[in-house]
C-alpha cells in the first residue's frame, strides 16, 4: 500500500482555518485518499475521502492536487471540538483486503 | 440506529491469561474490523471478518483469533498474553469490505501486567 506524510503536529486558533497537508507521492490510480480523525479517547472518525476532484461536506473539505501526490484537509472554522489527531490514509476499495493502515497522523492543537 | 459498541470498556489481566472483547456493529453492516492502538502511535488492522468469514489478517500472531456471528456482531481472543498486548483495542464495522467508511467504536482499554 502507498504511504503518507503528515506533519506531526499542527496549531490554530479558534474559529480560523486549518489546512492539514498529507503528501502521498507513490499513490496508484486505484487509490482513494481517506481523512480520519481521532478525539482524545475515541475511537477514530471517518471526516472525508475522494478520489480527483475536490470534495466537501458538513465537517470539512478536501482539496486533491492535479497530480493527486498530495492533498489538503480542510476545516473551515477550526473549533475547539476539533482537536484531534487527524489521519491521511490510502486505500484501494478493489484491494484484497478492506483494512485501513493508519500512519502516525496530525495532532492538531487548537487554541481559543 | 444503534453505532458500534465495545465491551469491557477496561480490562486488566496477568500475563499468560486469555481474554475475549466483544463488538456490537452498527445496524445494517455485514463486516468488522478490528485494529490494536498502543500508546502515541495510529491504529493497526488485525483482521477482518465478513459474513462471519475472516476476510484478512495484519501481522499479528494466531493467538490472536476472531469470531463473527450471523448478528455480524463479533469477538476478538487474545490468548497467552503478553505485556506488550496492552493497547486500545478498536473495532469498526462497514458495509461491505470494499467501503473505506468505517464506523469504530470506543475501544477497549487492555492492561497486562
Known amino acids: 500500500d502507498a504511504k503518507t506524510t503528515q506533519p506531526n503536529s499542527m496549531e490554530s486558533n479558534e474559529e480560523e482555518p486549518v489546512h492539514l497537508p498529507c503528501n502521498h507521492s507513490t499513490i496508484s490510480g486505484t487509490d482513494y485518499i481517506h481523512w480520519y480523525r481521532q478525539l482524545p479517547s475515541q475511537g477514530p472518525e471517518y471526516v472525508i475521502h475522494?478520489?480527483?476532484s475536490n470534495v466537501n461536506n458538513r465537517m470539512a473539505s478536501l482539496a486533491i492536487a492535479e497530480d493527486r501526490k498530495s492533498s489538503t484537509l480542510i476545516l473551515h472554522r477550526a473549533t475547539l471540538r476539533d482537536a484531534a489527531v487527524y489521519y491521511c490514509?490510502?486505500?484501494?476499495?478493489?484491494?484484497?483486503?478492506?483494512?485501513?493502515?493508519f500512519g502516525k497522523g496530525t495532532k492538531l492543537s487548537v487554541k481559543p | 440506529e444503534t453505532g458500534v459498541t465495545q465491551s469491557p470498556t477496561h480490562l486488566i489481566k496477568t500475563r499468560g491469561q486469555q481474554v475475549t472483547l466483544r463488538c456490537s456493529s452498527q445496524s445494517g453492516h455485514n463486516t468488522v474490523s478490528w485494529y490494536q492502538q498502543a500508546l502515541g502511535q495510529g491504529p493497526q488492522f488485525i483482521f477482518q471478518?465478513?459474513?462471519?468469514?475472516?476476510?484478512g489478517r495484519g501481522n499479528f500472531p494466531p493467538r490472536f483469533s476472531g469470531l463473527q456471528f450471523p448478528n455480524y456482531s463479533s469477538e476478538l481472543n487474545v490468548n497467552a498474553l503478553e505485556l506488550d498486548d496492552s493497547a486500545l483495542y478498536l473495532c469498526?464495522?462497514?458495509?461491505?469490505?470494499?467501503?473505506?467508511?468505517?464506523?469504530f467504536g470506543p475501544g477497549t482499554r487492555l492492561t497486562v501486567l
Open positions: 469498526a464495522s462497514s458495509l461491505g469490505v470494499s467501503s473505506g467508511e468505517q464506523f
Open positions: 475522494g478520489l480527483t
Open positions: 471478518y465478513y459474513r462471519e468469514e475472516e476476510n
Open positions: 490514509i490510502l486505500r484501494d476499495p478493489g484491494g484484497s483486503q478492506g483494512n485501513l493502515i
